[in-house]
């Protein structure tokens, strides 16, 4: 089923919760990359999903339960770079192609306790956590 209307908006029913929580472009990168990529794959809606959400790494990150832009473009892990049918491990919408600053930023932003000693990867992987505590708490 599309995730566009006819107007080129995200159909709110259709996208993942973190994503109605999210802004318009957010939901928008998603659901044209889905869309375009239900078509690509033959209706492979697993295929479609993982395409979207690399699209959407590239323009967006995942803090707290919902995505928010980045300041700059570009794939946010090494699966997002490499794209449909990469075996990398994904950071789950954590930009880890970001700087450590931004990364401890967000850490303080989501109130990870023991940020101050923990190496850029230890931070990659707590953000991680704390997202999906935090959107499994939003529904």
Known sequence: MPKTS??????????????QRSD????RTYAHAYDAAIEQYDGDEEAAHRV??????????KV??????KAENGPSDQ???EGYGSTAPTAEGVD???SKAHLYGVARELEIVGRS??????LVEAI????????????
């Open 64 to 69: 707290g339960d919902r995505w928010r832009p």
């Open 24 to 27: 318009a472009k957010a939901q």
């Open 96 to 98: 880890a192609n970001a």
């Open 6 to 19: 006819r107007s080129g908006a995200a159909k709110q029913s259709e996208i993942p919760a973190t994503l």
């Open 79 to 81: 699966r997002a770079e």
């Open 52 to 61: 979207a959400f690399a699209a959407l790494k590239h323009t967006h990150e």
């Open 117 to 122: 000693r923990m190496s850029k990867a230890e």
């Open 128 to 139: 991680e956590k704390e997202n999906a505590r935090r959107s499994r708490a939003a529904g």
